[in-house]
């Protein structure tokens, strides 16, 4: 006796009772290509009311919507997923845009899988679209794409699964010189944007378990074999279903550069200012709070630099009488500058040192300060000239002050009835070589690089000058040259 046939379609009634609920869309299919049912949200993701509205038939369906990958290519005839399901063809996903027949513009973004149900006999029985509505995800992630790219801080995306780059913006390019393809594809191995980051470990340990990486300072390698400075941070974000790692980057290399160029504008007024042949301090020109005080100031106030730096001016005090420290700082706060003011110095165990006082407001490290020199009392109309003219060179920039300054402030501590000191032209020519590259800075290794010397030749000649010329210091042998007008054009 043959087996009974089962009867089409068994039960498809309990099948939409219990998909009629879900928020997923559900189209089902006869094999004859008819659309047989489809629940609410399906017919939602399409913009109908009704069963008509999606066209009846795989045919129909296909006259009435347009659909296209994300690439904007247009699906051909048969790769349709009602169609592809049609064939027999189950596929676990695939993402499609879905506008009306004629629109350019898309209206919805679908992820699609099929279902095939078959009878008793294994035949297909009924095919199902399980449609998902993405339109708003996809359009997020558009709009991210589009933010990222047109982003002009530097920025990269790395896949966490695989540690691979799949984004980078124009940004990154442009700071790195590095091109596209060199970075999309790329392992974090290939492109090691940690590699030079201050705290690396603490990075790689974050990334590994997908965790915020704060920011911190990074050398980047670049494609050329430099590097760049920058501050880098780590964000987790998901692109898709993907869990990525959204680095970002400021370029600080400007900036490293400026803070070297302005250390070493310091270090070389530091220096210049030590050298001052006059006694001079450099204060906070709110507190009054001694920052720095240089050699002549410590001698001839009879005080140890250790005493005077940190001290208030007028704690220490700087002025012998507290009326006339008043009247001086009232006057510079006012002016922002004092001019070759009668004043006396303050001397610990000793008369008052009289003086002319001069004061300039100075910049060092971000913060105003006052830079004063006190020259001695004698001869002082050449004296207040000259010192006038060395603060107002000094406001200029802190560079000057190792040219014109350390000139004007050498002359005018030289004064009239000064024991004769060894004339310039009584050096060798050798030394009078040796001598001007100092006083344009050289160190000893440069300097025999510039004369074909050894550096042990040059050290001699500078031992000899320090005895032929009476100074004691390098400092001071810069000081004597440029108080007679050596520099970069004499020999």
């Not at 009846?56 to 369906?61: I, S, V």
């Not at 204060?283 to 009879?302: K, M, P, Q, S, V």
């Not at 060092?364 to 830079?371: I, Y």
């Amino acid at each position: 006796m043959a087996p009974p046939v089962p009867p089409k379609h068994a039960d498809t009634q309990q099948l939409r009772s219990i998909i009629a609920g879900v928020s997923d869309g559900v189209i089902l299919i006869d094999p004859d290509q008819r659309i047989v049912w489809a629940n609410q949200p399906a017919l939602d993701m399409h913009g109908v009311t009704d069963l008509a509205g999606l066209g009846g038939t795989a045919t129909g369906y296909r006259d009435r919507f347009e659909l296209r990958y994300r690439n904007r290519h247009r699906l051909p005839e048969g790769e349709y997923p009602l169609e592809r399901v049609m064939a027999g063809e189950a596929f676990d996903e695939v993402v499609v845009e879905v506008a009306l027949a004629g629109e350019a513009d898309a209206r919805w973004t679908h992820r699609i899988r099929s279902l095939v149900l078959t009878d008793a006999a294994g035949l297909p029985d009924l095919l199902v679209l399980i449609l998902r509505d993405e339109t708003e995800r996809w359009d997020a992630e558009e709009r991210f794409e589009r933010s990222f790219n047109a982003n002009p801080a530097p920025a990269l995306i790395l896949r966490l699964s695989d540690l691979r780059h799949i984004r980078v913006n124009r940004g990154f390019l442009e700071m790195t010189g590095y091109r596209e393809d060199q970075v999309i594809g790329r392992s974090a191995y290939d492109v090691d944007v940690l590699e030079g980051a201050a705290r690396r470990e603490l990075a790689v340990e974050r990334l590994r378990v997908g965790r915020t990486i704060p920011q911190m300072e990074a050398r980047l390698q670049l494609p050329d074999g430099r590097e760049k400075c920058v501050v880098l941070a780590g964000q987790p974000i998901e692109i898709g279903s993907t869990a990525c790692m959204l680095f970002t980057f400021a370029d600080i290399d400007a900036r490293q550069h400026a803070e070297a160029a302005l250390r070493h504008s310091e270090e070389r007024f530091a220096l210049a200012f030590r050298a001052l042949p006059v006694p001079a301090v450099l204060a906070d020109a709110g507190d009054l709070r001694i920052l720095l005080a240089n050699e002549a100031f410590c001698h001839g106030t009879n005080r140890a630099e250790a005493d005077v730096v940190g001290r208030s001016a007028r704690d220490l005090p700087l002025w012998a009488g507290a009326e006339a420290a008043e009247t001086l700082f009232g006057r510079f706060r006012r002016e922002g500058r004092l001019g070759g003011e009668e004043a006396c110095l303050a001397v610990r165990d000793g008369a008052p040192l009289a003086c002319l006082v001069s004061a300039v407001t100075v910049e060092l490290g971000g913060r105003p300060s006052m830079l004063l020199v006190a020259a001695a009392a004698p001869d002082r109309a050449r004296t207040r000239a000259e010192i006038a003219a060395a603060v107002a060179a000094a406001m200029t920039d802190a560079e000057a002050i190792t040219t014109r300054v350390l000139d004007h402030l050498a002359r005018a501590a030289a004064g009239p009835g000064r024991p004769a000191e060894p004339a310039l032209s009584g050096l060798p020519a050798r030394a009078r070589e040796v001598l001007g590259l100092v006083a344009q800075g050289l160190d000893d290794a440069a300097i025999a690089g510039r004369l074909g010397l050894s550096r042990t030749t040059v050290r001699n000649h500078v031992n000899g000058l320090y005895r032929r010329l009476g100074v004691g210091s390098r400092s001071r042998l810069v000081v004597w040259a440029h108080a007679r007008g050596l520099d970069a054009g004499r020999g």
